[in-house]
């Protein structure tokens, strides 16, 4: 038969189920069972003495009378706790059915009867030979051994069935076989199974009928795929398949089938076995064959004598034969199954068995699979069948490390299986760099541009590496791919690699870069724009302008950026005439630019002028160009910088410009005394050596006086100019002069005839000045001494400031100027001397100040190098070496003398009238030797007895000072004059 071509794996074991004394179960050991059905965690058995017997997993047994005939059908409900059964109360009566609610039991423990009614149509009794049960509990379908199939509708566990609620779908003349509930979302489907057709009705307000066959089936010998709702349905000559719209595939399954049955994703399928049956003269020899619909192979096969009922539950397939026993089949685990199927090299059986089970595991075991796929393609790739091998190992990817497979895959002869696997892995983007390259050069060695194309230009999603397929195309010469993978996905740098390098399209790249935003163009002109200049100097140049001026993609009221011109200096270095006209515009649209700009256009000027010095009217261009742009007021040129650019192309304009704006005027001279340019040098004197310059004149006259030629007449210009300004001592200039061989004594001659006689004239001066404040100063000295050793007689009349004549009280001052009280107010000095003697008095704290800053001294010593010996004696006459005035006991002592007159004292005793101590401290020790002090007690005595003097008239006032302050002791008695 064909059954025996198909794939043969034990993957159940068969047992006889035992009960606990080891012995095989034997549940109904006088009963004949009719009917069977399972689910809800038990199997259930009808006989004919109509008892329903309920075994659960512990094979315990719990029965009731359902019947008092028989029971012939059972169907267990799966998603409730509902049972429905058909019976006879009565031999050859109408049957019964009868729906048991197992949730409630009566008193006698029995599941309680929920409904129950008869199966009639017609007259005649009815005899049910199939039954079915929709799971919503809304539909029963009952078919009856006349042909007729009824359609109760209604809630089983609620609504009252009677034969009005039966509905006839189908009458035919052959006894129904089968009846089978499809449940689909939008509808319901029942298949009708008849000895000689098959139906289809979608219940639905209009009920539609459809004859999938004209062939129908024995009773028990169809069956419903709960893998995908299919009819399967079991004929002599093979197995077919239905589907509600037409029959499907067909399995040659030859021989007579007895009962079909589904447990899991198998077949179960019970054949009648004539061989066996004609050996032992029986006609109960059956095999029961478990059937892989979707694997196509034979889990189970094997005699199994006189079988029932076959039934599935708690993971197990049960088989209830004529002898009263019960026979279990007991799945092996996956693991083993696998084993098997590895050992015939089934794997893709064994591929397809656990796709099955990460299926029906919610994604486990898919590392099994995995593994699965490895095993295959290694086998594969050991027989030498490449192609195959591929396909299994590109489902590995994410999984199996890929290097493993592609040293596999390096020999040149499976170039075309690495492609493969190398674009599978790209499309799953797992690839890296190294992956990419090895792909395209794949593409490339087997010359498959369409590929190439396929791969680089039709790619929405960038899966791979960029910049690695860049470099892969280039290198193999493929630069237009490379060149599209760039622009695609914006890749600058490596569209003008290309443009320049590659395929020297210098237009194309300075277009593109035209066309960029303003940070990618100046980025890509500061790589790329030596090579632009050199190939296209002008348009570069002209973009390098459009850049630099802000003027890069500005729109109407926007405000572009502007390039920093300094930083593409460095692309001209083969252009320097493109590199003059580009800063020349930018120093002309930008005078702000940055010192960097100015020093090369300037650079550029004078390499100009230095090159091409034929043509005079050029050249004369040219130094008018280079002086305009060193005496603009906008240029930022560096002055130093620029100097030295001038002395090296030896620009000499430009050199003396620098150095007069710089008040360099030393190295003007220098300079001209570099070309021995003696005019120049006497002219550059003359301009430059007024002031605080006249330096310059000395320098001349060195450099005159170290010339071996004759320099008479300019000697003597510079002469008369030192004579002027006093530059040299007469000393230093016959020295300088002794130097020149040619310098006579007749060039000198005038010179120091002139500066002997002003030296005569200034010793002169100097002695009489000498003499005067000599007799100025003796003069002084016999005042001070007169003042300190004799008295002195104020013989003055009248007051000095009203003129009137001076009564008492009066004061005197020792500077022989006299005041009436009342006119002197009450200043203590005298008004007529006060303000020389503040001045006297302030230069002296001048320059007592000014010698106790040493700093000021060490900077005026610094500054005149040339006369330090009057800077230090100009600091001695600060009095750097006598003690300060103003400080120390002896000022402190003279503090009360030194006030010019004395305070009035009405009534004054005798003893406090003469301040003896302040006296001698303001004076000095033996100033009072000579002093005649007068009868003091008699005035005293007059003045207190009332004789006429007022007591203001004592002029008890001792002062110190010279030059107006009150500095003696005196009295006056009355309007004449006598001695104290």
């Avoid at 197992?102 to 005649?124: I, L």
């Avoid at 026979?327 to 092996?332: A, I, L």
């Avoid at 099955?356 to 594969?380: F, M, P, R």
């Avoid at 704290?845 to 330090?868: C, I, M, T, V, Y």
């Amino acid at each position: 038969p064909m059954a025996n071509k198909v794939p043969l794996y034990t993957f159940f074991e068969r047992e006889v189920v035992k009960n606990d004394r080891g012995e095989p179960w034997d549940g109904f050991p006088s009963s004949i069972i009719r009917a069977a059905t399972c689910g809800r965690q038990q199997l259930v058995f009808g006989d004919s003495g109509g008892y329903v017997h309920m075994v659960d997993r512990a094979m315990n047994i719990n029965s009731f009378q359902a019947y008092e005939s028989s029971v012939t059908h059972l169907v267990q409900m799966k998603h409730s706790n509902i049972l429905v059964g058909v019976g006879s109360d009565e031999e050859g009566a109408t049957h019964t059915i009868k729906v048991w609610n197992q949730d409630k039991v009566d008193k006698g423990g029995a599941p309680q009867c929920v409904r129950h009614f008869r199966a009639t149509h017609g007259s005649k009794p009815a005899q049910v030979s199939c039954i079915a049960a929709h799971e919503d509990l809304t539909l029963i379908a009952v078919g009856l051994a006349s042909g007729v199939v009824l359609l109760y509708k209604g809630d089983l566990s609620r609504d009252r069935l009677s034969n009005k609620a039966a509905r006839v779908l189908h009458e035919g003349g052959k006894p129904v076989t089968g009846l089978h509930f499809r449940y689909e979302p939008s509808s319901t489907v029942l298949f009708v199974c008849t000895a000689t057709e098959v139906l289809s009705f979608m219940l639905s307000p209009r009920d539609r009928r459809m004859e999938l066959d004209q062939v129908g089936c024995e009773l028990g010998c169809s069956v419903l795929n709960d893998s995908d709702g299919s009819l399967i349905i079991a004929r002599p000559e093979c197995l077919y398949s239905y589907e509600p719209e037409g029959r499907g595939g067909a399995l040659g399954f030859e021989g007579d089938k007895v009962l079909l049955a589904w447990f899991r994703n198998y077949l179960v399928i019970v054949m009648r076995d004539n061989r066996r049956s004609d050996m032992q003269g029986a006609s109960k020899g059956q095999s029961i064959t478990i059937y892989d619909v979707k694997n196509k192979f034979r889990a189970f096969s094997g005699p199994q004598m006189d079988v029932l009922h076959v039934l599935s539950e708690w993971g197990s397939l049960f088989v209830l034969t004529g002898d009263g026993k019960l026979h279990k089949f007991v799945e092996k685990d996956f693991q083993s199954k696998l084993d098997m199927l590895f050992r015939s090299n089934r794997y893709d059986t064994a591929i397809s068995l656990a796709k099955g089970q990460v299926t029906a595991s919610g994604g486990e075991g898919s590392d099994t699979l995995i593994k699965i796929y490895c095993k295959y393609a290694d086998h594969l790739y050991g027989l030498g069948k490449y192609d195959a091998a591929i396909q299994q190992y590109i489902k590995t990817i994410g999984r199996l490390e890929p290097s493993d497979v592609i040293r596999k895959f390096l020999d040149s002869q499976r170039i075309y299986n690495l492609t493969d696997y190398l674009q599978a892995l790209h499309e799953m983007e797992l690839a890296d760099k190294h992956h990419t390259t090895l792909l395209l050069n794949c593409y490339t060695k087997l010359k498959r541009v369409d590929k190439l194309d396929e791969f680089i230009m039709t790619q929405k999603n960038l899966n791979f590496d960029l910049e690695t397929a860049i470099k892969v195309c280039r290198q193999a010469g493929y630069a237009k791919h490379a060149l599209y993978l760039a622009q695609a996905h914006e890749q600058h740098d490596w569209y003008l690699k290309i443009q320049l390098e590659d395929l020297r399209a210098h237009q194309d790249a300075l277009t593109y870069i035209s066309n960029l935003g303003f940070d990618a163009a100046e980025n890509s002109l500061k790589m790329y724009g030596k090579d632009l200049v050199n190939e296209l100097p002008e348009q570069t140049t002209e973009l390098l302008m459009v850049l630099c001026s802000g003027r890069w993609g500005a729109a109407e009221g926007h405000v572009a950026p502007r390039g920093r011109a300094e930083e593409y200096i460095h692309i001209f270095v083969n252009q320097l005439p493109s590199l003059m006209t580009f800063l020349e515009y930018i120093v002309k649209h930008q005078p702000d630019s940055p010192t960097q700009v100015y020093d090369t256009l300037l650079e550029l000027y004078l390499r100009a002028e230095n090159m091409d010095k034929s043509d005079s009217g050029a050249r004369q261009t040219r130094e008018r160009w280079i002086l305009d742009l060193l005496q603009s007021p906008d240029s930022q040129y560096d002055e130093y910088h620029a100097m030295v650019l001038t002395q090296i192309y030896d620009f000499k304009p430009g050199i003396l410009y620098l150095y007069e704006r710089a008040h360099q005027y030393t190295q003007i001279v220098q300079y001209y005394m570099e070309k021995n340019a003696y005019n120049e040098i006497i002219e550059a004197c003359k301009k430059h050596g007024i002031g605080d310059r006249v330096g310059l004149w000395v320098l001349a006259l060195s450099y005159f006086a170290g010339k071996q030629k004759d320099c008479a007449a300019q000697i003597k210009e510079v002469l008369s100019h030192i004579d002027e300004h006093n530059l040299l001592p007469p000393l230093m200039v016959v020295e300088a002069l002794s130097h020149n061989s040619t310098a006579t004594l007749a060039v000198v001659r005038d010179y120091i005839s002139k500066r002997l006689e002003k030296e005569n004239k200034n010793i002169a001066e100097d002695e009489a000045k000498i003499r005067e404040l000599r007799m100025a100063t003796e003069k002084m000295r016999a005042d001070i001494r007169e003042l300190k050793s004799q008295a002195r007689i104020f013989q003055q009349m009248k007051c000095t400031t009203c003129n009137s004549s001076l009564e008492l009280p009066a004061i005197h001052f020792l500077c022989g100027h006299s005041y009436h009280q009342r006119c002197l107010g009450g200043d203590e000095e005298c008004m007529m001397c006060s303000a020389e003697r503040k001045q006297v008095q302030e230069r002296v704290l001048s320059q007592s100040r000014s010698a106790e800053q040493h700093d000021e001294f060490f900077k005026r010593l610094d500054g005149n190098p040339e006369n330090r010996f009057a800077v230090i004696a100009d600091q001695f006459s600060y009095g750097v070496f006598q003690k300060s005035l103003t400080s120390g006991p002896a000022r402190d002592k003279a503090a009360p003398a030194s006030r010019p007159r004395a305070r009035q004292r009405p009534a004054a005793p005798a003893e406090e009238a003469i301040p003896v101590l302040d006296l001698a401290a303001a004076l000095g020790p033996g100033a009072l030797g000579d002093l005649n002090l007068g009868p003091a007690p008699a005035a005293a005595s007059a003045a207190r007895s009332g004789s006429g003097y007022s007591a203001v008239g004592r002029s008890n006032t001792v002062g110190s000072g010279y030059g107006g302050s009150r500095s003696g002791y005196g009295r006056t008695d009355s309007l004449d004059q006598r001695p104290f």
